[in-house]
């Protein structure tokens, strides 16, 4: 590597975070990237999308994994294409990507999570749910999971989601003019 004084150095560029809808904590921006990845894979039909989370004390070089299968080699890119779109879209670019043009087992790699899109047959014969068994399988659906609400919480949303929701039927009622009866000519 040239030393600093020659004009072909160039100082590395530290990575930055990018947030989401303004600033957020690391953990809920790192679970809504995780989210989006997993997104972009079941639009495009991927098969048996789960999500690992690696234990810190396990030696793991990233936080989650996110897995999933298509059934051939176009599907496959196509996924690997949808989160790659989509999670640019939010300003992230993938670090590292592997296995594109062979679409047996496509990975990108976000630092913080790694994507793995693979082929039925390759799935099963790297098996990393075994290998990493000791990290927590979650369901997608289990990724953003909503804070609870107490019960008085809960009514008040109730009353004022009932409140708004017939206000607005009346509303409509009033200003919507009364559509036609449409009726069918019948063929002679």
């Known amino acids: 590597m040239p030393p600093p004084s020659s004009p072909q150095w160039h100082a590395p560029v530290a990575a930055t975070r990018v947030t989401i809808n303004g600033p957020m904590k690391k953990k809920d921006d790192l679970k809504r990237q995780v989210n989006e990845a997993i997104l972009a894979c079941q639009d495009k039909q991927a098969q048996d999308v789960s999500v690992l989370?690696?234990?810190?004390?396990?030696?793991?070089?990233?936080?989650y994994f996110v897995m999933c299968s298509g059934t051939n080699p176009r599907q496959i890119q196509t996924i690997a294409d949808a989160v790659d779109?989509?999670?640019?879209?939010?300003?992230?670019?993938v670090t590292h990507s592997e296995g594109y043009k062979q679409a047996e087992?496509?990975?990108?790699?976000?630092?913080?999570?790694?994507v793995h899109i693979f082929s039925q047959k390759?799935?099963?014969?790297?098996?990393?749910?075994?290998?990493?068994?000791?990290?927590?399988?979650?369901?997608?659906?289990?990724?953003?999971?909503?804070?609870?609400?107490?019960?008085?919480?809960?009514?008040?949303?109730?009353?004022?989601?009932?409140?708004?929701?017939?206000?607005?039927?009346?509303?409509?009622?009033?200003?919507?003019?009364?559509?036609?009866?449409?009726?069918?000519?019948?063929?002679?």
């Open 53 to 63: 989370e690696l234990e810190k004390d396990s030696g793991a070089f990233t936080d």
């Open 85 to 93: 779109e989509r999670l640019e879209a939010l300003g992230l670019r």
């Open 105 to 114: 087992w496509v990975l990108l790699d976000y630092v913080d999570f790694v």
């Open 122 to 188: 390759s799935r099963q014969f790297y098996d990393l749910e075994r290998l990493w068994k000791s990290a927590k399988r979650l369901e997608p659906s289990e990724l953003l999971a909503k804070p609870r609400r107490t019960p008085a919480a809960k009514s008040a949303v109730a009353k004022s989601a009932t409140t708004k929701s017939a206000g607005a039927q009346s509303t409509i009622a009033k200003t919507a003019p009364a559509e036609p009866k449409k009726t069918r000519k019948k063929k002679a």
